[in-house]
């Protein structure tokens, strides 16, 4: 029997690619199913899923709530800022609650980092750059400010910015000490339940197996670790791939709900979100 190809998407990014690597590298068995991985910057990929391009993907959280009817989340693969996350950088400091008329970087308007600065400043003017441009954009002074995610939150520094408001910080306070969700795996509701139940089996397995082989699993994570030593690399993928990725459990679940509860009321989110998981 010709196995069946199913597109994943994710980021190129070393979080992403240490939980994907068992699945990349052919490192446990996925039966009659076979992965292309697509490897496009998360805005792309949230684009595509409201097209409904691809089969498996990782999305925004924001942007999941245009996703809805057409994906269901996988309770494996959450990428959470338990009180870290996308920050807001500048060259100088600035008051991120008057941004006034400074120009801000953004990775992508369907991003949850979008979405949470939002929340938290407000409205403000932005441009939307590609999130490993944007350091390079405030560096030289085609931004204002940048908000960035991925590894740029452990190397803004290199450039000379400073941080002005951490998003994963925040959001803590602002809720008690919930972690901030950011992304998440998406997979298409028609692939029917029980294709979908072993994509699931087969990414929690994939997450266990970067964890428990951490060194290979971070060496195939280095190709995609920009301007970062493995020491770096280690960190940053330590951030976001731990406990809330191998599953949501209800303490992320609940902050899922409330940020995206928050985005409605705020007017930032079009309908209310009727949070969903596959088994």
Same mark, same amino acid.
């Given at each position: 029997?010709?196995?069946?190809?199913? /597109?994943?998407?994710?980021?190129?990014?070393?979080?992403?690619?240490?939980?994907?690597?068992?699945?990349?590298?052919? +490192?446990?068995?996925?039966?009659?199913?076979?992965?292309?991985?697509?490897?496009?910057?998360?805005? /792309?990929? %949230?684009?595509?899923?409201? +097209?409904?391009?691809?089969?498996?993907?990782?999305?925004?959280?924001?942007?999941?709530?245009?996703?809805?009817?057409?994906?269901?989340?996988?309770?494996?693969?959450?990428?959470?800022?338990?009180?870290?996350?996308?920050?807001?950088?500048?060259?100088?400091?600035?008051?991120?609650?008057?941004?006034?008329?400074?120009?801000?970087?953004?990775?992508?308007?369907?991003?949850?980092?979008?979405?949470?600065?939002?929340?938290?400043?407000?409205?403000?003017?932005?441009?939307?750059?590609?999130?490993?441009?944007?350091?390079?954009?405030?560096?030289?002074?085609?931004?204002?400010?940048?908000?960035?995610?991925?590894?740029?939150?452990?190397?803004?520094?290199?450039?000379?910015?400073v941080e002005i408001l951490n998003l994963g910080t925040w959001w803590?306070?602002? /809720?008690? &000490?919930?972690?901030?969700?950011?992304?998440?795996?998406?997979?298409?509701?028609?692939?029917?339940?029980? !294709?979908?139940?072993?994509?699931?089996?087969?990414? !929690?397995?994939?997450?266990?197996? &970067?964890?428990?082989?951490?060194?290979?699993?971070?060496?195939?994570?280095?190709?995609?670790?920009?301007?970062?030593?493995?020491?770096?690399?280690? +960190?940053?993928?330590?951030?976001?791939? %731990?406990?809330? /990725?191998?599953?949501y459990g209800e303490r992320g679940r609940q902050a899922?709900?409330?940020?995206?509860?928050? &985005?409605?009321?705020? &007017?930032?989110?079009?309908?209310?979100?009727?949070?969903?998981?596959?088994?």
């Amino acid at each position: 029997m010709t196995p069946e190809t199913l /597109t994943l998407g994710h980021s190129p990014d070393p979080d992403d690619a240490f939980m994907f690597y068992a699945l990349a590298d052919g +490192r446990i068995d996925t039966g009659g199913l076979r992965f292309e991985h697509v490897l496009q910057d998360i805005e /792309t990929l %949230n684009r595509r899923a409201m +097209r409904e391009e691809l089969d498996i993907t990782a999305v925004s959280l924001h942007a999941y709530a245009y996703l809805q009817d057409r994906y269901l989340l996988l309770p494996h693969g959450a990428s959470m800022g338990d009180g870290y996350g996308p920050m807001l950088v500048a060259r100088e400091p600035l008051d991120p609650r008057n941004l006034g008329t400074a120009l801000v970087a953004v990775p992508g308007t369907m991003t949850t980092a979008f979405l949470g600065l939002r929340l938290a400043v407000g409205s403000f003017r932005f441009t939307v750059v590609p999130f490993d441009r944007i350091l390079d954009a405030v560096a030289e002074g085609k931004a204002d400010a940048g908000l960035i995610i991925h590894e740029g939150q452990l190397t803004y520094g290199n450039q000379g910015l400073v941080e002005i408001l951490n998003l994963g910080t925040w959001w803590a306070e602002r /809720t008690g &000490g919930l972690p901030l969700p950011l992304g998440g795996n998406a997979i298409r509701r028609s692939l029917g339940p029980e !294709k979908i139940a072993t994509v699931s089996e087969l990414l !929690k397995a994939s997450i266990l197996y &970067g964890l428990e082989h951490r060194k290979p699993a971070l060496a195939h994570a280095m190709a995609y670790a920009r301007d970062m030593t493995d020491t770096l690399a280690d +960190r940053f993928v330590g951030m976001y791939v %731990n406990d809330l /990725t191998v599953d949501y459990g209800e303490r992320g679940r609940q902050a899922v709900r409330r940020l995206l509860e928050e &985005g409605f009321e705020a &007017g930032l989110i079009p309908g209310p979100v009727r949070l969903e998981f596959s088994a």
